[in-house]
Every structure is written in structure tokens, then in C-alpha cells.
């Protein structure tokens, strides 16, 4: 039976309700009041009693003029006027827009505070009739689990909205909820003029704190007689006048007015995770961005007491650019101390698989913006939602000048659990202060309850007895609502819970980081969720590692030959790393997105990509020649024209072909079932590899299976889950052989295979190239699976109990057997340029183009494709076309710097100019283990970025062509130590140059 597209979604929208009203029945169950009836009533009626702080007074009219896309303020009449009326849609499709003119009389207020209360059916911002924003609303109705706090915002100051007694304002709507929802098809439900009583809804907070306090203090007998005195005054709340809820606080006020006597603190601060993309499209972040900060500034006018915070300098870009006089009142509450900047990144990205020059563009591009619109050097990382943290951030943070890392994301671990506040070394053993939010969520309602098993769970009592709480509504923004700082205001210093501090989250670090001996962990922060990330939308990671090679190819292109005369200038380059810095939001590159994003973002992608190739062959052309731009020397055989020639072309240096005679013999060769050359023979069995032999050794290298093995999985997971039952126990498939045959080419031996596995079509070429001892598998997939997942194994005869993982600077070790609960967790990591399995004589590493999700167990080597899973904000993901490469390196010995040569060249291929050249080079090195891995124009000189690729120091003497080495500087340029003409590194340590020109 097929369902049409309005009852999928009334199906989509009732099981999202069914799943609150179960979160709210087991929240309820918690505090026992599924056998608390009476407890129950009484929640009741102080919602009753809630609805008597408010009377209305009377209505308002509006007329909307609808469009499809957000229009700005001079063009609000531009769209199709509609009549806005009570309980009538005014929009068709979800993202939907709308300018709505608001206009009425008010009544006489008679000493009476005055407000509106606004539910337009969506997000809106309102303005005054001169365009200026006021504040933030959302709909009643936005899917929320309602355990965090209640989600709408509707109460509008009439300050600046009226004229007299005329009332004349904007909204700029938005058809969708908090999440992205067409939340009862956007129709209004409440335009009213009310009576504001402030005693009643004063009372209302008082119940609603002692309530929530005697639920987690049952046995107090305190809290026993604040339970009885409440029940006494909810007798007839329905009843009470303004002035016999004043009487009733002050019934209530002793019970709230004791002190708290717990050790334990929370910093609390207000907060608003706005994910940049990801049940909504970007171009609605923005508006939600103006929502949630004119919200705030109110907000903190209103509370005095209250701090609020936000990260993102993305974010802040757009409010300066769409909302510049919010951002004015932004950077004067930021000079009053009562805003924070959180987080020094140009967005929350991903970690695992973002490049190391990525990772340090984030910090570069984030610092550099809040130290020139704030005047702050932002010294906190902010990462509460990004799903899993690599082992290079500790040093990158350090580079940066960032001391201190929160997350929320850790406390979710089963298998590996971390310390509450800990002291977090990366490899090279810099080390940064990380606290991860007790309470777990970055969006709390700062309950009794939520207070309560933060404490509980908060691991480190021993050392510290202080943790954080983010209190707001979150994900899609808006922050605190009133209930946040009523609630906050009240339990400051309360009996029977934990003091409650307002407090920025800087202040917090600042007095944990005092010496006390908190634990210590090495390496990554893996999480035991959202490995799924790793795989999900492809194409989206295949543009992100194209394009962050193709940016530093030209910013390579550049600094070798001066910066004059550019196809692409400076400015036009840093606006192409922002934009991609934005698509590797933690959301958008993991591929947890909804479809909208991804049929945005790639386009761009595609854009920017031909951008820089047009850059790239200009500047390269200047050169001629053919052109290496990788840190290692290349020497192999390259096809020019018709001729092959065996070349040899330094690191970021250049070679003319013209001078190297044409190759004559050659050791490629191939038969009816085999490709091999000088180093390795490849035998094949229905287009899968039966041997691989290295002659080098004399050891066959396949073993237990056959190697190139396609594996289609059933997938239970969502987009950001692969659940460990889709490889354990789900039935898969494999794939078939259509046809096969071998050719020779010169210096290359090539298998041309074509596969079928389930309605999917694998095309693949197998190449071998003379004088190497690397395989590579150039594939087209025509991927066309729902529910699945698509793996590529190789069954090697290489053990050893641990395999190595490259990071962005360095590699890591991971367990190759599931012994532990920990190793059988991480069934699934993330890897960036290969991963590697040695034994001391011989070693495979696995190389990819595009790829972030391996897997190397019991002698198994793994690398996951594709995924199509059934749950998620996608649908039909990585359905299509695709094209990339992987390849296995046979190497001597363990890991060493011939893989990362390997790799690099995977990834970034010599580039033939059609001009000639000469033979140049800008830099060379005495230690390939140092490796220089990226360049940036400074207006001092360039930085250009080494590591050490080794778990053992490194020394290494460097020269550069018309270029003299300056100083060790810090992420910004500014001088950390002299040169003295040798660089010496700690284990995958970084270091970041500066050089000059002569």
C-alpha cells in the first residue's frame, strides 16, 4: 500500500508526538508520579494557575505577504498578500515566508501591565515599524521533548510596538518549528493584547521550583511542609487575585529563601545550540540566529542577574551582515561582561575528518574574528555536539592559544568512560583542561531534577565539587524563555539542591584550572555513537577533501611564486575556506543533515572546486613542467603525451619531462587472470583477488578469503548510527562478476572489472604502475540501495595486536581484537589518508581519496563506502553515481614515512602542465619524518606547517628556495621562538614556521 506525501507526513508527525508523550510518561515515572495521582493534580493546577498570570484584553489583526524565500525588511510588501486569521494556514510548504503586518487598538491599561501574546504557527522575529528587531517567538506547537522545558516563545513587550494607543509592528515568519517541522500546517492560534499579573505568574515559578525540590527530597521534612503548604494554596488557585498571590508568597517564601547547604556548585549560563544546517536549511540558521539574539538581549535587559553566551563566528558574521543593530547591542553586552564568546572556531565542526589545515583554519578564522569585532582573544573551545574529538586537538588548540575544551558528548560513552573534568593530552603530549556538562545536554531546563543527577553523575567530587549547566532551549535555538531565569533566579541558593551560580563558563575554568590533581587521558575522544558519520553523504566528504587539497594546492602555487598578480586573489581564497569551514559544521560534512542541504552545499561545492582549478592550472602553468605539490620526493613513471618517462620531482618543486628520455622496456605485464610488474603479481578469480604476491618479500599477502570482496549490509541504523547487529548478524551480500580483462599500458598493468551487488552496478579499474608496490582501485558506483550499507575487505595475511590510524597530524593505534568492552566498540573509527597494519617484517596500508570509515580487525582490513540508512533527517541517501580511489601500499617493516609518501601522492597526483619547465624546487628537507604539511600568507611572510610523523623525536634541517627561515610562531604570527636552523619535534608535534622572503 502506498501512502501519499500528506499522510506520510501526518504519519511522520504522529509517531514525533507519540515519542513525547513517552519521554514525558517516563520522565513523569522518574519522579514517581505515575503512583503519585494527587501529585499529578497538583502539576495541574498550577498549569491552571499559570493561565490566570495572563488575561486577555484583546485581539490584533495582521496581513501577511508570502514568499517562498526570506525577503528583507524594505521588501516585506513583495510577497502574496494573505489574510492572517486565527485557525487559517497562511503557508503551503515547510520553509515557507512570510512578512506579517500586525496592527490594532490598545485598551486602556488601567494601571495594568501590558503585553501581546503571539502564536503565528512558526518561528518569527518581530519588528518595530522602522525595522529594527525586538525579540524572538515560536510556535506552542514545535516538536520538543518537553522534559527539557517547554519550547515556545510567545510573549511580546509592547515596548517600541506602539504608538499612543496604535498599534503598528512586523514579524518576519518562518513555516517551520524549532526543528524544521510544519508544525499544524502554520496556522495561527493567538494574536492577543493581555493583562500581564506578575504575582500570579510569580507564584506560579515559586510551586513550580518547590515542586520540582521535593521531588528529589522526598525524606526532608523541610520539603515535606513546603508540599503541604503548596497544596494548601492550589486549593483555589483557579480563584486568586493579584493580591492573594502576594499573601501566597509570602506563605511560600521561607521554604525558598533557606539555604542551600551543599558543597556542590553549577556555573549556569544561559545558552542557545544553534546548529548551523541541519533540519533546516542554512539560509534559515540565519533567521534563527536574529531570533535567538534579539530574544537574549532582551532577556538580559529583563534579568540582571543572567548571563548569556553563543559561539559560532560564522554565526556573528551573519548577525553583523542581517542584523547590524543587533550585533551593536551584542558587543556592548559583551563589554558589560554579560555576554560570552563560546568557542574560538569559525563553526562547531567535525574533528575526525576535517584536515589538520582545516582544523587550524577553524581556530585562525574564528580567533582572528572575535579579537577584531569583540576585542577578545577567545581562550575556550566549544564543541557541545560534535560526534567524537580527534587526538591532534589538544596540540592544534595549544598552537591556537585555547586552553580549555567543553563538551556534552562524553557522558553518552558505555564502554569508555571519561572523568567529568580531566586533563586531556594530545600525542605530542600538549595538554588542555576538558569538562564535559554533567547533565549531558547543552539544553537544559536547570530543573531540581536536571541539578540533581548532573551532581550524581558528575565523576571527579574527589578533586572538584563545581560543573557547568547550560540552561535554554537549544539545536534549533532561542535559548532561556522566561521559565529558564524564573526558575535560575529562584534556586541561587535554595535548601535541598545544589547552589546554582550565574556565571560565564570561561569563570568556571578559570577556578577549576587551579592545580588539583584531576586525571589524565591520552589520545582521542572516541564516541560509542554516530559512528554512521563517518560514511553518511558521501559526496559531501568527497568535496571536502578535494577542495582542502585544491586550496592548499593554490596557496602552495602561490607562495612559490609571490603573491602579485594572482587569478585568484587573497581575500577571494579566505572567503573560499570560510565557505567551506561552514560546510564541515558538525552536521552538515557528518551527512546529519536534512536533503535541502546537501542539494545546496553541493552545487557550491562544485563551484568552488572549478573556481580553484582555474587558479590552479594558471598558476601551475607558470611554472610548467610537471608539477609535485606534496611534502616527499616522487620518483616514478609518468605518462606524457604518448611517451612514458620515469620522473623525479622534488617536494613542491617541478620537472621538465623534455629532459628525460622516453622509457623502452618495461616489466608491466598481464595474462588472462593476472596484472603484475617488478614488485608485485596480482591473480584474480571472478574479479576478485585470489593472490597477491610481493616479490619483494616473497610473501603472498592475501590469506583466509579473497581480497577487493564487496559486502552489502542491512543497515538498522539512522544517519548517525550504524547500530553493530548491521555487521554481526545481518545478512549480506556479495557481489558478482559481469566481466573482466586485463591490459598492459607501458608502465601499467591494469584489471578493468565490472561487478553487480544487489541493484547496484561497481565499475573498477585495478592499476599497477612499474617500480611500485601499490595497487590502485579506481571505481565508479552507481549506488542504488535502500537500508544498506556497502563495505570493501581485504583478508590479509598480516597480525599484529594493533593497527595504525592516520590523524591529521601523526597516526594512532587502535586494538585489532574485540577482548575488551572498550575494543568492541569501536567496530567502526574514523581514519583520514590510510590506515595500516604491520608486523615488523611487512606491512599493508590501506590508502583511500574520500573515504573516513574503516575497520581493521582479526587480519580483516575494511573501508566503508556507502550507507542508505532507513532513519534520519535524509532519505535516499547516497543514492547515485560516484567516483574515487582507493589502494593498498606494501611496505618493509612498520609504519613509516613511506606510507604518508604513499598517501600524499594517493591524494594529491603530480599535475602535467601543457607548457615546459624546469627543474625547481622550493623546499627541501633531510627527514621525511618532519613533514611540511601546509602553507598560509601572512602579512608578516608565510606560515608554513610541519609535524612529526613518527612516535619518536625528530630532527630535520630545512632550506627554501628565495626564502630564509624567521621564527617559530603561533597560529597568528607572532614569534614563539627563534630559528636555529634545525627543527626538532616531539612525537607528532607541530611546529609552525615562518619564512621570508630574500
Known amino acids: 500500500m502506498k501512502f501519499s506525501a500528506q499522510k506520510a507526513t501526518q504519519k511522520i508527525e504522529w509517531n514525533a508526538r507519540k515519542l513525547v508523550r ?81 496592527t490594532g487598538i490598545l485598551p486602556e491599561a488601567n494601571g495594568k501591565e501590558l503585553a501581546f501574546l503571539l502564536d503565528v504557527g512558526g518561528e518569527g522575529l518581530v519588528y518595530d515599524k522602522n525595522g529594527n528587531p525586538k525579540q524572538g517567538i515560536t510556535d506552542y506547537s514545535s516538536f520538543f521533548c518537553y522534559t527539557l522545558g517547554l519550547p515556545f516563545k510567545k510573549y511580546v513587550c509592547i515596548d517600541g510596538l506602539v504608538d499612543g494607543n496604535t498599534v503598528d509592528f512586523y514579524i518576519d515568519c518562518g513555516a517551520n518549528d524549532l526543528f524544521g517541522n510544519f508544525p499544524d500546517k502554520c496556522v495561527p492560534s493567538q494574536l492577543d493584547v493581555v493583562e500581564v499579573y506578575p504575582e500570579i505568574r510569580g507564584l506560579y515559578y515559586d510551586i513550580s521550583v518547590l515542586l520540582a525540590a521535593h521531588d528529589v527530597n522526598k525524606k526532608s521534612k523541610h520539603f515535606d511542609d513546603a508540599y503541604k503548604t503548596v497544596r494548601s494554596v492550589l486549593t483555589h488557585a483557579h480563584l486568586l487575585t493579584e493580591e492573594q498571590a502576594r499573601v501566597c508568597r509570602n506563605k511560600l517564601r521561607p521554604f525558598l529563601e533557606r539555604k542551600s547547604q551543599d558543597d556542590f556548585c553549577f556555573y549556569a549560563m544561559g545558552h542557545a545550540h544553534i546548529d548551523l544546517a541541519w533540519e533546516w536549511p542554512i539560509r534559515e540558521t540565519i533567521r534563527k540566529g536574529g531570533r535567538t539574539f534579539s530574544s537574549q ?66 581556530f585562525y578564522y574564528g580567533k582572528k574574528f572575535f579579537s577584531e569585532e569583540f576585542g577578545e582573544e577567545v581562550k575556550l573551545l566549544w564543541l557541545p555536539d560534535t560526534f567524537g574529538y580527534s587526538a591532534c586537538l589538544p596540540a592544534v588548540m595549544k598552537l591556537s592559544g585555547v586552553d580549555y575544551f567543553l563538551t556534552c558528548r562524553l557522558g553518552y560513552n558505555k564502554a569508555k568512560k571519561f572523568p567529568s573534568v580531566f586533563r586531556w593530552e594530545g600525542l605530542d603530549d600538549s595538554t588542555v583542561l576538558v569538562h564535559y556538562v554533567p547533565d549531558r545536554v547543552y539544553n537544559s531546563p536547570a530543573t531540581p531534577y536536571f541539578l540533581n543527577e548532573g551532581k550524581v553523575r558528575f565523576t571527579e567530587k574527589a578533586v572538584c565539587n563545581e560543573a557547568v549547566n547550560l540552561y535554554g532551549i537549544g539545536d534549533g535555538g532561542g535559548g532561556p524563555g522566561f521559565e529558564h531565569l524564573e526558575r535560575i533566579m529562584r534556586e541561587r541558593d535554595v535548601f535541598g539542591i545544589p547552589k546554582v551560580k550565574p556565571s560565564k563558563v570561561l569563570d568556571y575554568f578559570r577556578t577549576v584550572d587551579n592545580g588539583a590533581a584531576y586525571k589524565r587521558h591520552k589520545g582521542e575522544l572516541y564516541l560509542e555513537q554516530f559512528r554512521g558519520t563517518y560514511t553518511t553523504h558521501s559526496k559531501v566528504k568527497y568535496y571536502n577533501r578535494k577542495i582542502e587539497i585544491a586550496l592548499q594546492n593554490y596557496e602552495w602555487l602561490a607562495a612559490m611564486q609571490g603573491t602579485e598578480e594572482l587569478p585568484i586573489s587573497l581575500a577571494e581564497t579566505e572567503d573560499i575556506w570560510k565557505e567551506v569551514l561552514l560546510y564541515q559544521f558538525h552536521d552538515v560534512l557528518p551527512g546529519s543533515s536534512i536533503n535541502r542541504v546537501y542539494d545546496e552545499c553541493e552545487p557550491r561545492y562544485a563551484l568552488l572546486w572549478n573556481r580553484l582549478q582555474e587558479g590552479i592550472v594558471a ?32 617536494p613542491y618543486g617541478t620537472a621538465e619531462p623534455s629532459a628525460t628520455p622516453a622509457l623502452t622496456s618495461f616489466s608491466a605485464r598481464c595474462g588472462a587472470n593476472f596484472i603484475e610488474n617488478d614488485c608485485v603479481k596480482v591473480v584474480f578469480k571472478a574479479g576478485k583477488i585470489l593472490s597477491l604476491f610481493d616479490k619483494k618479500s616473497g610473501k603472498e599477502l592475501i590469506c583466509g578469503g579473497k581480497g577487493n570482496e ?3 549490509y542491512r543497515d538498522y541504523g539512522n544517519c548517525w548510527t550504524i547500530r553493530p547487529k548491521s555487521y554481526a548478524l545481518a545478512r549480506k551480500q556479495k557481489a558478482r562478476c559481469l566481466s573482466f580483462r586485463t591490459y598492459v599500458d607501458g608502465a601499467k598493468a591494469s584489471a578493468e572489472i565490472v561487478y553487480r551487488i544487489g541493484k547496484s552496478t561497481v565499475r573498477q579499474e585495478v592499476v599497477i604502475l612499474d617500480g611500485e608496490r601499490c595497487l590502485r582501485f579506481d571505481s565508479t558506483i552507481d549506488y542504488r540501495e535502500k537500508n544498506n550499507v556497502l563495505r570493501v575487505c581485504f583478508p590479509v595475511a598480516v597480525r599484529s595486536n594493533e593497527a595504525s590510524y592516520q590523524l591529521q597530524y601523526g597516526h594512532i593505534a587502535r586494538s585489532t581484537h574485540d577482548k575488551t568492552a572498550e575494543e568492541k566498540a569501536m567496530f567502526e573509527v574514523p581514519c583520514q589518508k590510510f590506515f595500516d597494519l604491520s608486523d615488523g617484517q611487512i606491512g599493508i596500508s590501506f590508502l583511500n581519496d574520500c573515504k573516513y570509515g574503516c575497520r581493521c580487525k582479526n587480519g580483516k582490513m575494511y573501508l566503508t563506502l556507502f550507507r542508505s540508512p532507513l532513519g534520519g533527517p535524509s532519505h535516499n541517501v547516497d543514492r547515485g553515481e560516484h567516483t574515487f580511489s582507493y589502494g593498498l601500499f606494501i611496505h618493509d617493516g612498520n609504519l613509516s614515512s613511506e606510507t604518508y609518501r604513499a598517501a600524499y601522492e594517493f591524494n594529491n597526483p603530480l599535475l602535467i602542465t601543457s607548457v615546459s619547465g624546469t627543474q625547481s624546487s622550493f623546499y627541501t628537507t633531510d627527514n621525511e619524518n618532519v613533514v611540511l604539511d601546509g602553507v598560509q600568507t601572512l602579512p608578516t611572510g608565510l606560515a608554513l606547517r610541519f609535524y612529526n610523523a613518527s612516535a619518536t623525536e625528530q630532527e630535520a634541517n630545512v632550506t627554501f628556495a628565495k626564502h630564509t627561515c624567521v621564527a617559530r610562531i603561533d597560529l597568528f604570527g607572532n614569534a614563539l621562538a627563534p630559528h636555529n636552523g634545525s627543527l626538532r619535534l616531539p612525537p607528532f608535534g607541530i611546529i609552525n614556521l615562518l619564512v621570508q622572503p630574500v
Open 619 to 650: 598558476l601551475a602553468n607558470r611554472l610548467g613542467g610537471v608539477v609535485n605539490l606534496t611534502p616527499f620526493f616522487i620518483k616514478k613513471p609518468v605518462k606524457i603525451g604518448t611517451e612514458w618517462k620515469y620522473l623525479s620531482i622534488p
Open 22 to 102: 513517552l519521554q514525558n510518561a517516563f520522565y513523569a515515572k522518574s519522579f514517581h508520579l505515575l503512583r503519585m495521582p494527587f501529585r499529578t493534580r497538583l502539576e495541574s493546577l498550577n498549569e491552571r494557575l499559570f493561565a490566570r498570570a495572563y488575561k486577555k484584553v484583546g485581539c490584533l489583526q495582521a496581513e501577511g505577504f508570502v514568499s517562498k524565500e526570506p525577503l528583507p525588511f524594505e521588501r516585506r510588501f513583495e510577497g502574496v498578500q494573505t489574510e492572517i486569521k486565527i485557525g487559517q494556514a497562511w503557508a503551503k510548504e515547510v520553509f515557507d515566508c512570510a512578512w506579517m503586518h500586525v
Open 297 to 362: 538581549i532582551m532577556n538580559l535587559e529583563r534579568y540582571p542577574f543572567a548571563y548569556f553566551g553563543a559561539g559560532q563566528a560564522q554565526l556573528y558574521q551573519w548577525i553583523k551582515e542581517y542584523y547590524p543593530t543587533l550585533f551593536e547591542k551584542v558587543k556592548d553586552l559583551h563589554r558589560q561582561g554579560r555576554w560570552e564568546l563560546q568557542g574560538a572556531t569559525w563553526v562547531e565542526s567535525d574533528t575526525n575528518m576535517i584536515s589538520g589545515e582545516s582544523m587550524l583554519r577553524q
Open 710 to 712: 564487496f559486502l552489502s
